[in-house]
């Protein structure tokens, strides 16, 4: 694992030379859906999206509520894959490989695809565990390296100064905010390469959701970020790009700045604007 | 304004007969069994063997039957019950299959304990051979508490949140690693006060106990699992109707009585203790 994680830093940084390097913008496409189809049962719940990401942006998604925003998100990690009776037809690649794929092992996936939740959900033990969690599970027994690697996470999700007295105090007794950074650190632990932030500060007040934005600018250096938010204003804050959902359809993704100036059709003009949702 | 007042007041007293109905009867059982029972409780009645035709001496063959049957029966109720109640919850697809077997093991909690008994008579004596013995007795109680453990382990399994399944999952866990170190912690507890009260409920039975290994009246101690063995319900249901000079022998049911009663209470206690200091090290 010690080994796996130094092997995906280098890989890493050589996905960053190329995307220097490349010229054509295709090379520089991390995630790709094409003409997927999402049902629950018989209902549909996602109508043939096409998208595609690049590589070290942030992706904004928004829409009204029951849009299909969760459902799409929770497809890159196939989170859904809990639920009985769901259906899917299309592909999502990440790095050209489709995650459907029946040789693909979810538990991959899951390791490489970060998630954090709307409802912040730290582990009952302490801050310390929480964040070793994911190493432990995936087999790393180095106790040095464990506690580098939570230190690492807990800088980087902004956390470090705040709670670094207290590692082994239980994360319960963390406020709201800090909770849901404590989450992120979690996920960046294992080093995942695009991250799923389904409204992570959808119950925080504004202070600290000002932090996580701040927090989102900073991982898209190294991460590939998918954001549901219900707040515009965040979309229009923290995406590079945009992607508006309705009843189950992509009705328009492009660059943030144009979806809330000049969006191509008229319904994402009221929505943005405010006329309804 | 008066009239709705009037209302509460007949409610609020019909409520209050009912909890005092209830707490009377329990009082007067106990008072009854504690001021009868307590006169012949000393050190020789819990550690003699039974004398001259069990008119005289003590119960201790039918304390450590009574101990010895109930080891019988958390080694197969406590696992079986468990995986049972795992495998329903956590793997198990949700639909009518799983319902219907849900309900099913609801039911079997319903079923009377002589024909749990007669089931143990066929399957454990006969069948399997094993004889009129404590493991005959110990696996037909397990078997009647299997439904109290799978229900109350259940239980005890919906009380985990699904964040933290869902949480370990997209930390790259499998289902098992979320279900082993992220669900199982927060739930032994619930399983095993679960379980504990199942046992307890156990250890007072007669029915089950009657026809596969229990015995009137053994002079001695059993060797091993495969004897027969005495047990305290059985003693206290041969004290009161079946003794020849039950008149004589009176006390020392009220004695058996009073043993069993405590000795349930004592595990129902274990079981609160060990809720209550496992909750504490979970919230650490």
Redesign the interface.
């Given at each position: 694992m010690n080994t796996m994680i130094k092997e995906k830093k280098s890989n890493q940084k050589n996905v960053e030379q190329e995307v220097i390097s490349a010229e054509l913008e295709e090379n520089n496409m991390k995630v790709r859906v094409e003409n997927f189809n999402f049902y629950y049962d018989t209902t549909q719940a996602l109508k043939d999206i096409n998208l595609e990401i690049k590589a070290n942006s942030v992706v904004g998604i928004i829409g009204p509520s029951g849009c299909g925003k969760s459902t799409f998100l929770r497809c890159f990690n196939r989170m859904n894959d809990t639920i009985s009776s769901i259906r899917y037809e299309g592909k999502i690649r990440i790095d050209e490989k489709n995650i459907f794929d029946d040789n693909l092992d979810v538990v991959d996936l899951r390791r490489n695809v970060g998630m954090v939740f709307q409802k912040s959900n730290p582990f009952p033990k302490s801050i310390f565990e929480n964040i070793a969690y994911g190493l432990k599970i995936n087999g790393i027994k180095d106790k040095n390296f464990i506690a580098q690697k939570v230190e690492e996470s807990l800088k980087n999700a902004a956390l470090w100064d705040e709670i670094k007295d207290r590692l082994h105090k239980s994360a319960f007794a963390l406020s709201g905010g800090q909770q849901q950074r404590l989450c992120i650190a979690r996920a960046l632990a294992i080093e995942p390469e695009v991250l799923l932030l389904d409204e992570p500060a959808s119950a925080l007040d504004p202070i600290a959701t000002a932090k996580i934005e701040e927090l989102i600018h900073e991982l898209k250096k190294k991460y590939t970020i998918l954001i549901v938010t219900h707040n515009m204003q965040q979309a229009a804050r923290v995406s590079d790009y945009t992607a508006f959902f309705m009843l189950g359809e992509l009705i328009e993704c492009d660059e943030t700045n144009k979806i809330f100036t000049n969006p191509s059709k008229k319904i994402t003009e009221d929505y943005v604007t405010g006329r309804f949702g | 304004m008066k009239k709705k007042k009037m209302e509460q007041f007949i409610g609020f007293m019909f409520l209050r007969v009912c909890i005092g109905l209830v707490i009377l009867a329990l009082v007067v059982i106990l008072y009854d069994i504690f001021s009868k029972g307590s006169g012949v409780i000393n050190w020789e009645f819990l550690s003699a063997m039974p004398r001259k035709g069990m008119t005289e001496g003590g119960i201790f063959p039918a304390i450590v039957g009574t101990f010895l049957v109930t080891i019988i029966t958390a080694l197969l109720s406590i696992p079986l019950g468990m995986g049972c109640a795992i495998y329903l919850n956590e793997y198990a697809?949700?639909?009518k299959v799983t319902r219907l077997i849900r309900m099913s093991i609801r039911n079997l909690s319903g079923v009377p304990s002589i024909v749990y008994g007669l089931f143990g008579v066929v399957v454990f004596v006969q069948l399997l051979q094993l004889n009129t013995s404590i493991l005959s007795a110990g696996l037909t109680l397990g078997l009647m508490t299997l439904p109290w453990t799978i229900t109350a382990s259940e239980e005890a399994l919906k009380n985990v949140?699904q964040?933290?399944?869902?949480?370990?999952?997209?930390?790259?866990?499998?289902k098992w690693?979320s279900i082993r170190?992220?669900v199982l912690p927060?739930s032994i507890p619930g399983m095993l006060t679960g379980a504990i009260l199942g046992l307890s409920r156990a250890a007072g039975e007669t029915a089950p106990i009657l026809f596969t290994g229990a015995a009137f009246y053994l002079p001695f101690l059993p060797k091993s699992f495969s004897d027969q063995f005495m047990a305290l319900p059985y003693h206290l249901y041969i004290m009161s109707t079946q003794h020849h000079a039950i008149e004589k022998v009176r006390p020392i049911a009220y004695g058996t009585a009073l043993v069993l009663i405590v000795l349930i209470f004592c595990m129902n206690f274990v079981a609160i203790i060990v809720r209550y200091k496992l909750r504490k090290v979970?919230?650490?």
């Open positions: - | 697809r949700k639909g949140p964040s933290y399944r869902d949480g370990s999952l997209a930390l790259g866990a499998t690693q170190t992220n927060y979970k919230m650490e």
